[in-house]
Each structure stands twice: as structure tokens, then as C-alpha cells.
């Protein structure tokens, strides 16, 4: 199972500062300062060309553009196709507006923590427990950060630790970026999904598919920041082929998958299906792992007679 591709989006990142967690705010703020202080002169913006695909059925037309939810600094991804794309459009789609920090820590409070009196390390094996303990003290917290969690948040907040560490920024990500301009632009903005929706796919997945989720995460931390920097590389390349395999390397749990990924592909899939038959110009822009391989939404379209072509 690939652990970075099972992040569902860059709002989590944000939202594990949002919980309070001033030890872990600490540590992102101690090594961005490291980092400042030793980074080069700033480089000219690296040039990106990401997959970009196009349904047109009548006066209906439907972009698709795959998203990284987080971005180290200096990358230029909105040119030549894809910003005549969004320009031309009248309707800015994501998987979900965000909220504000406060609202967000509701919903994470609602749907993420553990019922009073239990302990997320007291309900691990000891050799998941040891993973987990070992992940944070490598990004200087605590090892009772997550003790109030349940599994699967525990796992997205240890796959994102290594990220923000690295560089990598929810604030310099695409789909940010995106409704920022949506907003100055005055463009209509809609979501496939709310946070609360999101959140509570990962409460259906069974406690043993949590805590292998969690293991797998814990384990591979330290490949974290390699994994997703091979993955940039692919997406920048518009190499959706060579991100599906990077994303789907060492699949193996197929109830994880189908909750997170495949599942949401084909409901996807059925709204963009619906929405061809509304006039208009759509700009739907979700993480590339959606728009890459095997039951991917372009491979749910299809099978419903629906082409997606590509234009970048």
C-alpha cells in the first residue's frame, strides 16, 4: 500500500495545527527557521506541466486537473493550457471549500478522537506502538501527541509531519492556490464534498484496517518526503502513467482503497456524468491519485461511454 497517496487532502495538514498541538506548531516553525537560514538565494520558479484532461458534450465543457494538496515553495504550475483553462471557466470544482481553522477543529473533534478514557498506544501492538512513538520523537514531539486519536488520524497526522518538516506547505499547494483565486475572480466555487464527509469515510473503515493503516504509515515515515518528491516529479512532468504506479505501489488493502479512492472516483465520475448535460465551462480540480490508473475517475467514465481527452 502506497502511504502517501491515503493523505485525502492538504486541509488535514492544517488541521492537526488547528487541534492545539503547539509541540508540533514548535517543531514546523523550528525547522523552517533552519531552513531559511541555510537555503540558497532563491531559484528561479521551476516550471510545471501537469496532466490536464477535457469532456465536451454539446455547449457543456469539463476540465480535469489532478492536484498536489501540498508544494514546497517556487513552483509554476498555472501556464499554458491550464491557465486558459481555468480562465475560461465559469465554475471552479474541488473535493471541498475550506473552513476556517476553527471550524475545522470541530470537525476534527466530532469525528477523530477517541471516547473518554481510551488511549490510542494502549489499543496498538507493540510493534506498531514502537513505530508510532518512534516517528514523532524523529520529528521532536512528544510520544502522547496522538494518544486522543483514533488510528486513522493518527496515521494522517504522521504522514503529514514529515512533509511539513521537508518544506512542504497545504499553503502553497494547488487546490489552495485555486479557491484563492476563484475568490478574487469572483467564480463560482462548489465542492464533491464536505470535510465532515471526508473524515467520516476513514470512521467506516474497520479498527484492524486503521491500525494496519497506521503501521504502515509509522514504518515508512522516514520514505515519506522521498515518495512524495518522486511523485511532484511525475505530476510536473504531466507523467499521469508513472503517478499511478508510484501511488498505487504495494496496494494491498482493498477495503482502504475502495473507501478512499475508487469509491469516491465513481461518484465523481456520476456527477461529471450529470453535469454534461448542464451548459457551461467547469474547472474540476481534485488530487491527481483520482485522475491516474486503475479506477481512476477517467476509467469510471469510460465505462460509462464518456472520453476524457487530453489537452496537456
Known amino acids: 500500500?502506497?502511504?502517501?497517496?491515503?493523505?485525502?487532502?492538504?486541509?488535514?495538514?492544517?488541521?492537526?495545527?488547528?487541534?492545539?498541538?503547539?509541540?508540533?506548531?514548535?517543531?514546523?516553525?523550528?525547522?523552517?527557521?533552519?531552513?531559511a537560514a541555510t537555503a540558497p538565494a532563491a531559484a528561479a520558479p521551476a516550471v510545471a506541466h501537469p496532466a490536464l484532461w477535457k469532456l465536451a458534450k454539446g455547449d457543456s465543457t469539463i476540465y480535469l486537473f489532478g492536484t498536489v494538496h501540498?508544494?514546497?515553495k517556487g513552483v509554476d504550475w498555472l501556464n499554458g493550457p491550464v491557465a486558459k483553462a481555468f480562465d475560461s471557466s465559469d465554475l471552479l470544482v474541488t473535493e471541498i471549500i475550506e473552513q476556517k481553522p476553527e471550524e475545522m477543529r470541530a470537525v476534527v473533534l466530532a469525528k477523530a478522537m477517541l471516547p473518554e478514557g481510551q488511549s490510542l498506544r494502549d489499543g496498538l501492538s507493540a510493534k506498531t506502538r514502537v513505530?508510532?512513538?518512534?516517528?514523532?520523537?524523529?520529528?521532536?514531539?512528544?510520544?502522547?501527541?496522538?494518544?486522543?486519536?483514533?488510528?486513522?488520524?493518527?496515521?494522517v497526522?504522521?504522514?503529514?509531519?514529515?512533509?511539513?518538516?521537508?518544506?512542504?506547505?497545504?499553503a502553497n499547494g494547488v487546490d489552495g492556490k485555486l479557491s484563492a483565486l476563484a475568490k478574487d475572480k469572483g467564480l463560482a466555487h462548489e465542492a464533491l464534498e464536505t470535510p465532515e464527509y471526508q473524515l467520516g469515510l476513514?470512521?467506516?473503515?474497520?479498527?484492524?484496517?486503521?491500525?494496519?493503516?497506521?503501521?504502515?504509515?509509522?514504518?515508512?515515515?522516514?520514505?515519506?518526503?522521498?515518495?512524495?518528491?518522486?511523485?511532484?516529479?511525475?505530476?510536473?512532468?504531466?507523467?499521469?502513467?508513472?503517478?499511478?504506479?508510484?501511488?498505487?505501489?504495494?496496494?494491498?488493502?482493498?477495503?482502504?482503497?475502495?473507501?478512499?479512492?475508487?469509491?469516491?472516483?465513481?461518484?465523481?465520475?456520476?456527477?461529471?456524468?450529470?453535469?454534461?448535460?448542464?451548459p457551461g465551462t467547469v474547472f474540476i480540480a481534485v488530487g491527481a491519485g483520482h485522475l491516474?490508473?486503475?479506477?481512476?475517475?477517467?476509467?469510471?467514465?469510460?465505462?460509462?461511454?464518456?472520453?476524457?481527452n487530453r489537452v496537456q
Open 157 to 170: 497526522a504522521l504522514s503529514t509531519l514529515p512533509l511539513m518538516k521537508s518544506g512542504y506547505d497545504p
Open 292 to 308: 491516474a490508473g486503475k479506477g481512476s475517475v477517467q476509467d469510471q467514465l469510460k465505462r460509462m461511454g464518456i472520453t476524457a
Open 202 to 278: 476513514f470512521g467506516t473503515l474497520p479498527l484492524a484496517t486503521q491500525k494496519r493503516y497506521l503501521n504502515e504509515v509509522a514504518v515508512g515515515a522516514p520514505k515519506i518526503t522521498r515518495e512524495l518528491g518522486a511523485m511532484i516529479a511525475a505530476w510536473k512532468a504531466g507523467d499521469a502513467a508513472r503517478l499511478a504506479r508510484l501511488m498505487n505501489a504495494d496496494e494491498s488493502d482493498a477495503k482502504l482503497a475502495e473507501v478512499l479512492l475508487i469509491g469516491r472516483n465513481r461518484n465523481w465520475a456520476q456527477w461529471i456524468a450529470k453535469r454534461l448535460d448542464v
Open 1 to 35: 500500500m502506497n502511504i502517501v497517496g491515503k493523505s485525502i487532502t492538504g486541509w488535514m495538514a492544517a488541521a492537526c495545527l488547528a487541534l492545539g498541538f503547539q509541540s508540533a506548531e514548535a517543531a514546523t516553525r523550528h525547522h523552517a527557521a533552519q531552513r
Open 131 to 155: 513505530a508510532v512513538e518512534k516517528a514523532l520523537k524523529a520529528n521532536g514531539l512528544p510520544p502522547a501527541m496522538l494518544d486522543r486519536f483514533q488510528p486513522w488520524y493518527a496515521a
Open 70 to 72: 501540498a508544494l514546497p
